[in-house]
């Protein structure tokens, strides 16, 4: 998405239009067209941060021989775990189920004398989303879970609770970039930058989240390392080029 600040409420009354200045080309009386010169830069802007959320995937699969049992038994954990959880000060509105499926496992071996594949059980599997408000319990978390039987932890990722302001710093950032940039150019051309003439944004945002391993251990705590992070968000801007200018 790219968006275009308006700038029309900055800047002096707009004058007359300048007309390019046209020069004769020799021969067949065709013009050659010299429009004021410009600069264009873009920049990549960055917000260093420390996440203060985090969301865990935590997943119960069971099997049985008939589909009811299979059902039946991870139901029970599943229970047993976002009971946990919530005793944890985990609340309601902070778990949600993601994925819930019932399938059937089967076996074609046909020199058995199997003529078709034949079920031999069922498989469930129960996943819930998990939003962690403090960070600092995400350890402790999966290790209650896992005590309770969840036996998948699918993905564990960190982020801010305030992406609009380290966004925003992020612009500022990037358009302190693009604008030292574009007057580095302009004094390497002997002149110096104009008006801004135009600013858009588009694409960045929060870095993707890190691939995370858990060593499955009840009798210790599991580690968990944040670390920093990063939101980074492109800017491109245009000055008018004022040449000869000091």
Sequence with gaps: MFIT???????????????????????????TMHFPGQISTSATGEARYTPDRA?????????AVSAARASADNATKQRAVIDTL???????????TENYSLTAIQVYEPNAGDKAPRITGYNVSNTVRVEVKKVDQVG???????????????????????????????LADGFGRAEADAMVLAQA??????????????????EPPRPMSFAIKLAASTP???????????????????AGAK
């Design 5 to 31: 600040l308006p700038l029309a409420a900055q800047q002096p009354a707009p004058q007359p239009a300048q007309q390019p200045a046209q020069q004769p080309a020799s021969g067949n009386g065709a013009m």
């Design 55 to 63: 969301t865990i995937s935590l997943g119960v699969q069971t099997r």
């Design 86 to 96: 919530r005793a944890q000060g985990i609340g309601a509105d902070q778990i949600t």
């Design 140 to 170: 402790a978390l999966i290790d209650a879970a896992i005590a309770k039987g969840a036996n998948e932890v699918n993905s564990l990722s960190f982020h801010s609770s305030a992406p609009d302001s380290l966004r925003r710093v992020a």
């Design 189 to 206: 051309a002997g002149g110096r930058l104009g008006e801004l003439m135009e600013l858009t944004t588009g694409g960045g945002g929060i």
């Design 224 to 242: 968990i390392a944040i670390g920093e992070m990063s939101a980074n968000v492109a800017v491109m801007a245009r000055w008018r080029f004022v």
